[in-house]
């Protein structure tokens, strides 16, 4: 790979690639110091614009916090946004998870492993709530794991600063990921008026809990209309899950956000899973 220098960083490794970014490991040629640099083009489209921008003001609030990746600094050129994050060696817990049940040991972790990740993300969506900050797009993609360790990236579709817990539905601009978006922030029932932000992250840790226990994703339709139809109906095959975690996937997935659990009561649950 050819490396790249910008400013005083220059790129060692490439560590992902998404839709509108970019994130290299690179070293700071002044101190050796090794970080995680995300690039993100600004020249693609208005929505872009938006995602950079909420990204980061989310991190602007944030005091470091264990399970959430740590912003270090940002700056721009004419062309692309620079993030400059901690630098943190894990894996996606997409491939962790995709690799555990197709490649390597083709069986789901113990339950003491899932207890830990899952303990550890709901810790760091907690203090995020805290910040009166709403992650809005939390997938398996977006969580990342190293040996025992777990942080929570990609503030792209946060939702920051809203005086109450409710807004209405039309005021939501991000939509987050198919599948892992609840039938409230997908607009495909006109009768919803408005959207709970804490709702809406517990829906997608739902589906992350049913990921990591199943190594499928629940709704997830054959195309986009299919999972969509998924979603507002509730469309999922429990049977591979086990009788204490298929309580707390269907305590979460009600299409009354009000009806959902709160994260105390979800961590409450996993705690007394039995190892």
Not at 153 to 166: L, M
Not at 257 to 273: Q, T
Request: glycine residues 6%; negative net charge.
């Amino acid at each position: 790979m050819e490396k790249l220098v910008i400013g005083p960083y220059q790129t060692c490794g490439l560590l992902g690639e998404g839709r509108y970014s970019t994130v290299y490991e690179v070293v700071d040629n002044t101190d050796e110091e090794r970080y995680a640099l995300k690039i993100t083009c600004k020249t693609i489209s208005q929505i872009n614009h938006k995602f950079i921008e909420s990204e980061i003001e989310a991190f602007k609030k944030l005091d470091r916090h264990e399970n959430i990746i740590k912003f270090v600094t940002q700056f721009e050129d004419e062309d692309n946004s620079y993030l400059l994050l901690e630098s943190f060696r894990g894996y996606t817990l997409q491939r962790i998870v995709f690799e555990r049940f197709n490649i390597k040991e083709k069986k789901p972790f113990d339950i003491a492993t899932i207890k830990n990740y899952l303990l550890q993300i709901t810790d760091g969506l907690q203090y995020l709530h805290s910040k009166n900050i709403y992650h809005g797009d939390l997938t398996p993609n977006n969580i990342l794991i190293h040996k025992d360790k777990v942080k929570i990236i990609d503030f792209g579709c946060a939702i920051i600063d809203q005086p109450t817990n409710k807004i209405p539905s039309k005021g939501l601009t991000h939509k987050g990921t198919p599948g892992f978006a609840p039938p409230e922030a997908s607009r495909i029932d006109s009768s919803i008026k408005y959207v709970f932000l804490e709702a809406i992250d517990t829906w997608a840790l739902g589906c992350v809990i049913f990921f990591i226990f199943t190594g499928t994703i629940p709704f997830i339709g054959t195309n986009f209309a299919k999972t969509l139809y998924n979603v507002f109906h509730l469309e999922v095959d429990f049977s591979d899950l086990d009788i204490e975690p298929k309580k707390i996937c269907q305590l979460i997935f009600q299409r009354d956000p009000e009806s959902r659990p709160s994260l105390k009561v979800i961590v409450a649950m996993i705690k007394l899973l039995e190892e």
